[in-house]
């Protein structure tokens, strides 16, 4: 498999947020900076590759073997729970400011459904363990990519005259539709 295509094809063509639409609540919540954004997209990616690599050791090697792979979904939350947890201690003594501003979504990347949605998808897909690990980091590029896409033009709104009925959330929604259309002419390329 050639991994260029298989990049493009996790970051512009499947993206987490615009075709399979998991994280939305981060996305959401977290894009209205920059700066903000960035930083929750990079705490995003290195757990969903943390955790793909994780999941992937944890299937192969503990459930199937033990004949539980009934016990996927609550064995990867397991997983996520213990590095976000890793996360938010790190960001809480080398980086308060970020960690504040992040608020309750940084713990809240442990039911961030896109982050169990790679883990699962590596499962069901069959991907070794270097696929695994890729589709984790590129989806989570994907991710990345849109929440700060999503942050510099909800920062660009805020300058401008919108309805008032539109101001806010109304917009955002309006906005992602608008950049999910946008990424689905990304679908023939891969």
Known sequence: MNIFLFMISCILT????FSKFL?????????????TAAS????V??????????AYAVNTW???????????????????????????????????ALYSALGIYLPL????????????????EGYNMLFSVLNGTFSAL?????????????ERLESSKIPQCM??????LVIAGLMAVAFMGFNGMV
């Open 23 to 35: 994280g939305c609540c981060p996305f959401l919540g977290v894009s209205s900076k920059v700066e």
């Open 167 to 172: 101001k806010g959330f109304p917009i955002s």
């Open 14 to 17: 499947n993206n987490f947020i």
């Open 62 to 96: 503990v459930l199937v073997p033990l004949h539980l792979e009934y016990m996927q979904t609550i064995a990867f939350i397991l997983v996520i729970a213990s590095l976000v947890q890793f996360v938010e201690m790190f960001l809480k003594k080398s980086m308060p």
């Open 109 to 124: 990347i442990t039911t961030n459904c896109a982050v169990l949605g790679v883990a699962t998808l590596n499962v069901k």
């Open 40 to 43: 929750m997209g990079l705490a």
């Open 142 to 154: 994907g991710f990345l990519l849109a929440i700060v896409l999503m942050a510099g033009v909800r």
């Open 45 to 54: 990616t290195f757990v969903m590759t943390i955790a793909s690599l994780f």
